[in-house]
């Protein structure tokens, strides 16, 4: 079983920024993806990003790549995910999720792959 926390939502101003933090725990398999998915009152949830943490290789919505990174830190489980130039449209419940899965050839943004969910984190953009 993985345990996953997440925080660091809040209230900000829209042109703003915003570090999400998802830390892992409990039986965490030595290879496995960290995704993030929102969701926003009335709407569907939906991929932002994800790291695979046996490869490094990290996978961003293509709407959100040039404001949205992803990071990781092996030695403390824990995923990053950095929020820049917030709009309201970013307005969500964000949600970590992990999967036992190595590597996806739809790049991990199919939230059915994803084995462990988090209870999630608001951020809410105001202008």
């Known amino acids: 079983q993985v345990q996953l926390v997440e925080s660091g939502g809040g209230l900000v101003q829209a042109g703003g920024s915003l570090r999400l933090s998802c830390a892992a725990s409990?039986?965490?398999?030595?290879?496995?993806?960290i995704g993030w998915f929102r969701q926003a009152p009335g709407k569907e949830r939906e991929f932002v990003a994800a790291?695979?943490?046996?490869?490094?290789?990290?996978y961003l919505a293509n709407l959100l790549k040039d404001r949205f990174t992803i990071s990781g830190d092996k030695s403390k489980n824990t995923v990053y995910l950095s929020m820049n130039s917030l709009k309201p449209d970013d307005t969500a419940v964000y949600h970590c999720?992990?999967?036992?899965?190595?590597?996806?050839?739809?790049?991990?943004?199919?939230?059915?792959?994803?084995?462990?969910w988090g209870q999630g984190t608001q951020v809410t953009v105001f202008s």
């Open positions: 790291i695979s943490w046996s490869g490094g290789k990290t």
């Open positions: 999720a992990a999967t036992e899965l190595n590597s996806d050839p739809d790049g991990f943004i199919r939230e059915e792959k994803y084995d462990y």
């Open positions: 409990g039986r965490t398999p030595s290879g496995y993806a």
